[in-house]
């Protein structure tokens, strides 16, 4: 009987220090049935509850913000002053990161009401914050760059749907991905991409916190990747 007591009082313990919302980052997934993996679309219900109870705070980390970075520092390079499409935008972390260098115009769209409504207040003449469904969106004008961050892979069918957003591109314009790499169907994703569409950029981020791979595409004819270098375009 004491000898339960005692564990149980451990459990308390190791849940207290271990911290209730890492234990709801491990946990809350699982339990909803909605881990970060493989190439798996989410209801608009889930990925709106997934934000009310907080689990998606965690983009805000410091553990996002290399391929945040690399996004930046690649629109900053190739693509300055650019009329932008940022697709599954979510509550706007990487708007923020690209709002210090300056844009043209930026859209950002996103399942989630909930998520648009955590960014709606920094919408302006030049920035625009829409809910809908990226699988139904047409985009009524061409974009010099089309963004897909972490959200690719939520999609029914991703490289179809990749296909149709570079038809959606002015001339020179550029998609870019980032794709967080943690399953077989991701390195799977990943290399299609690389085989299939012409890559302008193609970098492998591998830090403490995981590995992600952020590709620039061109509309150009397919080609293999270059690895891990990068042109002007
Ligand atoms: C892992 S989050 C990434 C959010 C954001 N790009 C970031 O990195 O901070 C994936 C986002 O894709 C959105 N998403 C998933 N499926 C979508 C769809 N069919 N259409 C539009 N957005 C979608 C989700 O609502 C979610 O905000």
Same mark, same amino acid.
Request: glycine share 10%; charged share 20%; with cysteine.
């Given at each position: 009987m004491r000898r339960g007591v005692r564990v149980a009082c451990d459990i308390v313990r190791r849940v207290y220090n271990y911290g209730w919302r890492k234990l709801w980052t491990c946990l809350g997934p699982v339990l909803t049935g909605s881990q970060r993996?493989? !190439?798996?679309p989410i209801s608009r219900e889930t990925w709106d509850a997934q934000y009310r109870s907080g689990y998606w705070a965690r983009l805000h980390d410091v553990s996002e913000v290399p391929h945040n970075s690399m996004i930046v520092g690649l629109l900053s390079r190739l693509k300055p002053n650019a009329t932008i499409l940022?697709? $599954?935008c979510g509550? $706007?972390? =990487?708007?923020?990161?690209?709002?210090? @260098? $300056?844009y043209k115009a930026y859209v $950002? !769209?996103?399942?989630?009401?909930?998520? !648009?409504?955590a960014i709606a207040s920094a919408a302006? &003449?030049? *920035? *625009? %914050? !829409?809910? *809908? &469904?990226?699988?139904? %969106? *047409?985009p009524v004008e061409l974009f010099d760059v089309i963004i897909f961050n972490e959200s690719l892979y939520y999609l029914r069918d991703p490289l179809t749907t990749l296909r149709r @957003?570079?038809?959606? =591109?002015?001339? &020179?314009?550029?998609v870019i991905l980032s794709i967080y790499h943690d399953s077989a169907e991701m390195e799977k994703l990943v290399r299609d991409v690389q085989a299939g569409l012409s890559v302008v950029a193609d970098v492998k981020l591998c830090t403490p916190g995981g590995v992600w791979s952020v590709l620039a595409l061109s509309a150009g004819a397919s080609k293999h990747s270059n690895g891990g270098t990068m042109k002007d375009v």
């Open positions: 993996k493989a !190439i798996s940022d697709v $599954g509550e $706007g972390v =990487l708007f923020l990161a690209i709002r210090p @260098y $300056g $950002g !769209i996103d399942l989630s009401a909930v998520a !648009i409504m302006d &003449d030049r *920035t *625009t %914050f !829409i809910v *809908t &469904d990226a699988e139904a %969106f *047409t @957003y570079i038809s959606c =591109l002015a001339p &020179d314009g550029l």
